[in-house]
């Protein structure tokens, strides 16, 4: 399998690749939702609202945080997971920008 080379590609072009990704399972999203409406989490509670196990959710815990939408501080023997607004305000700007795009009409398609 050949390498990706995203670094032939802009940093935005990368920026928006990476958080589409993170977006990219009804998992994650369903995650980003409940931390959006609660304004932070627990990872147990999260555990608890979805129908997966701890450790699948973990993994996607992980994903979303890769990207940056969300970070985790640890309290006590758990971690309070919650957006990230810094990267947050930076996911809509660079995917709104990108969805926004108006393709002209073209005859040919």
């Not at 990267?87 to 393709?103: D, I, M, P, S």
């Amino acid at each position: 399998m050949g390498l990706a080379k995203v670094e032939e590609f802009t940093v935005k072009g990368n920026k928006i690749a990476l958080y589409a990704k993170a977006l990219a399972h009804p998992a994650r999203v369903a995650i980003i939702q409940m931390l959006l409406e609660k304004q932070s989490c627990i990872c147990g509670d999260i555990v608890d609202e979805l129908p997966l196990s701890q450790s699948t959710v973990s993994q996607h815990l992980k994903e979303l945080k890769k990207a940056g939408l969300i970070k985790g501080e640890i309290e006590g023997v758990k971690i309070c997971y919650c957006i990230d607004e810094q990267e947050w305000n930076r996911a809509k700007h660079y995917l709104g920008g990108f969805l926004n795009t108006l393709v002209a009409e073209k005859s040919c398609c």
